[in-house]
DNA sequence: CGTGATTACGGTTGACGTAATCATA
DNA sequence: TATGATTACGTCAACCGTAATCACG
């Protein structure tokens, strides 16, 4: 089970292909078929059929164990490089959604202020793709956000030990079409939402699957679903009366045409977190520990 | 980074010493060293003090990534083995203290009842540990129990492909002596009981850490460290008036000396999952069924 | 037949053991 | 000085490429 082996069994895997997967990884063809065969033979079992080449029932599990593994394996060396190296003022940081907050803008602007040449990236990315590549040293620092009960740490993949710290919480409110029943309300119970027409936006509201989790029922229909991550974009569709969402209060408060409602679930609460390896020194420790000293 | 570099690495650092890890590990002193030298180089820095034998920092850091990844990479190579190899009529189990409910008994009889031929053993673990043998088919079966939200899977280390089944929940009660001012009442808030004495038994009761977090408060102190898996053993302690327990209710009817108090704690519930890997055939796969379609 | 996987074979590299050397408590 | 880590070196196996062979569509 050396890792190399694991890593061209899952590029033939992906590929579907002995040759592509040698192509891929700068090998010939004969190598791959030996590392399949040292592989096959080390763990006694036929992990792929041939012609045409796809995993069989072992080997669809053995691709369930080689992923994470080969992540950690990537992670654990970026990581000791992040250590190694000398640390560059380059600075890249990932975000998702509705995790930048304007307490959290603060500090990366006195940064840009304080450190102009510091090379500074953001960029949009959803939770599990952030934490990954905060393991992987793809990114310096991320910004996720997510509903969990207030004490509860946001449930992120597990690749490696990396520092989570909460900065932000946000009670969530329903966004409503202001001419719309309950729009003059100042409060709703979750619950008496469940009837309502909903658009699924997984990759930037609360995803609908977790309202229903939430108060246990299997209301919450939805009656669209965006793929997109702009916010502004999903409060127009709820203002155009597609359905409701539910989104931290601060990100709906002044939008034409959208009223803001809080909605008091049960021991519900919209967090952010900052992730980042434990570095000690360089532009991208310090920028952490601003974010990190953040409160509200 | 090979593997086999990174368990000689931790080798070397459990025991503070190059020749006694080639002892464990059957090498020489001399490949152990090579060893060391090597994963150095590769990664560009030093791992270990020398006389006497530490992790730098930069080692320590490894040491985080290399447990995991091992660990991963055995429960895989176990993973795919039990795929494999021919089921034998031998199933262990792994069950957490409070696990074993009355509904779950019955499922365990009646295999014992219908196959006499198989050899069945119970073993009494914590959660993280029955997890981890689970994953490396130390385990065949494991039954865990914690406090969650209800939907709320319990939060099990991810060490691989696991199936986890939610089979019984039980409502939180707070066992009392019985001639506590508090045992006549039908039913307590969580918030009502922070200022009382209580028993810390974490590897049997719940964590009163856990207590903490619900309910965002810093009561629920200690008087009295409980370390065994005993909870009769805990009971009589809280009816000697050490301090309180709390429980799932059904593990304190009954018992003499002590009244049980069902509290109502703000969406906690003592939930019971069976976790196993997800094998299709043999009898830890026909228990595991049989387990699973237990509801309570 | 032709594309693509397997097998045969050889050169190079790397892994580990023996033994000599070095270093520190 | 003795214990224990490092270095030197030889042997053997493993790895990968070239090229021939095999097999499925």
Redesign the pocket.
């Known amino acids: 089970m ?1 890792p ?2 694991l890593r061209t069994f899952v590029a033939v895997a992906r590929r579907g ?4 997967a ?1 192509r891929e990884l ?13 592989l096959e033979n080390d763990l006694g079992a036929v992990l ?1 059929q ?4 796809s995993p069989t029932a072992v080997g669809v599990r053995l691709l369930e164990h080689a992923g994470p593994l080969l992540l950690r394996l990537d992670a654990a060396r970026a990581d000791i490089a992040r250590l190694t190296a000398a640390p560059a003022a380059r600075i890249v940081i990932g975000v998702s959604p509705l995790a930048l907050t304007p307490q959290l803008t603060r500090p990366l602007a006195d940064i840009r202020r304080t450190q102009p040449l510091w090379d500074m990236t953001v960029r949009v990315l959803s939770r599990e793709v952030i934490t990954r590549q905060v393991a992987t040293a793809d990114l310096d620092i991320g910004l996720v956000d997510g509903m969990t009960a207030p004490n509860d740490p946001l449930h992120l993949p597990d690749i490696g030990p990396l520092t989570a710290t909460a900065v932000t919480e946000q009670p969530p409110a329903v966004a409503l079409p202001s001419q719309h029943p309950l729009a003059d309300r100042t409060g709703l119970r979750l619950a008496d939402l469940a009837d309502a027409r909903w658009i699924d936006a997984p990759d930037t509201a609360i995803p609908l699957a977790q309202l229903r989790t939430a108060s246990g029922t299997d209301g919450y229909r939805a009656s669209l679903r965006y793929e997109g991550t702009d916010v502004r974009v999903l409060l127009a569709l709820t203002a155009a009366g597609h359905g409701l969402t539910l989104l931290p209060q601060p990100s709906i408060e002044g939008i034409p045409g959208i009223k803001a409602v809080l909605v008091s679930a049960p021991r519900l609460i919209h967090r952010t977190e900052v992730l980042h390896s434990n570095a000690v020194e360089g532009p991208p420790a310090l920028l952490a520990a601003a974010l990190m000293s953040v409160t509200g």
Not at 26 to 38: D, E, F, L, M, R
Not at 50 to 53: A, D, E, G, K, L
């Open positions: 050396d190399h082996l292909s002995f040759s592509e040698a700068g090998y010939t063809q004969s190598a791959v078929s030996q590392h399949i065969a040292t792929l041939r012609r045409p080449v």
